[in-house]
């Protein structure tokens, strides 16, 4: 007759078992941290940079509505929507910084991003407004306007997802380069806003040609946008992480001084 294991024999068995979950659990918690706050921390300046650039630069076109006497309109809206998402995404940069912040960036991320689909459809309706005001050259930008807004608001929810998902870093950061790249655009539109009405005056050829010629408050927010275009496409590289850094040998960079 077999005896029974006994209560050692037992434990061990279950303690084997356990020690083979645990593993697993721990592997499984290590791959998903992969997309961690604390591995964000990287992006949190330049992503602060953007945001408060895209924040003025919201500001700024609010204010360039008071020259074009549509203040209060649907292009004001726009200018509200740019600013708030601008909030998000500094209030998304804090939150980088700390281990326990990860749920907050991915809300903040991708409030930003309906932030910015929301403008698509007041630039829709602020189209309408200059049609009905008989002026084309509005109509015209606020319908290019809204090409690069949609496009950079669904790359940027993108990165929030990213970041739901426990996607890798550089998947997240891909995402935030592609934003980059629409709000470039987008700067560039709002550079021809600025300057629509200089072009229409009776000027010499040179001052046609000055890109510093235009409403100050649009040129600015023009400004902003580029630079906020251009912190973002940082933080998306860092992120992404250097490959040519990877591949430099440490030497003796462990020395004091560096090496030879």
């Given at each position: 007759?077999?005896?029974?294991?006994?209560?050692?024999?037992?434990?061990?068995?279950?303690?084997s078992?356990?020690?083979?979950?645990?593993?697993?659990?721990?592997?499984?918690?290590?791959?998903?941290s992969?997309?961690?706050a604390?591995?964000?921390k990287?992006?949190?300046?330049?992503?602060?940079?953007?945001?408060?650039a895209?924040?003025?630069?919201g500001?700024?076109?609010?204010e360039?509505?008071?020259?074009?006497?549509l203040?209060?309109?649907?292009?004001s809206g726009?200018?509200?929507?740019?600013?708030?998402?601008?909030?998000?995404?500094?209030q998304?940069?804090?939150?980088?910084r700390?281990?326990?912040?990860?749920?907050?960036?991915?809300?903040?991320?991708?409030e930003?991003?309906t932030?910015?689909?929301d403008?698509?459809e007041?630039?829709?309706?602020?189209?309408?407004?200059?049609?009905?005001?008989?002026?084309?050259?509005?109509?015209?930008?606020?319908?290019?306007?809204?090409?690069p807004?949609?496009?950079g608001?669904?790359?940027?929810?993108?990165?929030?997802?990213?970041?739901?998902?426990?996607?890798?870093?550089?998947?997240?950061?891909t995402?935030?380069?592609?934003?980059?790249?629409?709000?470039?655009?987008?700067?560039?539109?709002l550079?021809?806003?600025?300057?629509?009405?200089?072009?229409?005056?009776?000027?010499?050829?040179?001052?046609k040609?000055?890109?510093?010629?235009?409403?100050?408050d649009?040129?600015?927010?023009?400004?902003?946008?580029?630079?906020?275009?251009?912190?973002?496409?940082?933080?998306?590289?860092?992120?992404c992480g250097?490959?040519?850094?990877?591949?430099?040998p440490?030497?003796r960079?462990?020395?004091k001084g560096?090496?030879?």
């Amino acid at each position: 007759m077999v005896p029974p294991p006994t209560r050692r024999a037992r434990t061990a068995n279950c303690s084997s078992g356990t020690r083979i979950r645990l593993a697993m659990a721990s592997s499984s918690s290590a791959r998903s941290s992969k997309t961690g706050a604390s591995s964000l921390k990287p992006a949190a300046i330049p992503l602060m940079d953007c945001g408060k650039a895209l924040a003025r630069s919201g500001e700024l076109l609010i204010e360039y509505t008071r020259t074009l006497e549509l203040y209060g309109g649907a292009l004001s809206g726009v200018g509200a929507n740019i600013r708030n998402a601008g909030d998000c995404l500094a209030q998304a940069a804090a939150s980088c910084r700390f281990k326990t912040g990860t749920e907050l960036v991915i809300d903040e991320v991708r409030e930003a991003a309906t932030c910015l689909l929301d403008s698509v459809e007041k630039l829709q309706l602020a189209a309408e407004e200059a049609d009905a005001d008989h002026d084309p050259t509005l109509a015209q930008l606020c319908t290019q306007f809204r090409v690069p807004m949609h496009t950079g608001a669904t790359a940027l929810e993108a990165a929030g997802a990213n970041l739901l998902l426990h996607q890798s870093l550089a998947t997240v950061g891909t995402a935030l380069m592609d934003t980059a790249v629409q709000f470039d655009v987008v700067s560039e539109i709002l550079h021809e806003l600025a300057t629509m009405n200089m072009n229409s005056t009776n000027e010499s050829n040179d001052e046609k040609n000055d890109t510093t010629t235009g409403d100050p408050d649009g040129l600015l927010s023009a400004q902003r946008m580029a630079y906020a275009a251009d912190r973002l496409q940082l933080a998306g590289t860092e992120l992404c992480g250097d490959p040519e850094e990877a591949k430099k040998p440490a030497g003796r960079a462990f020395l004091k001084g560096g090496g030879f």
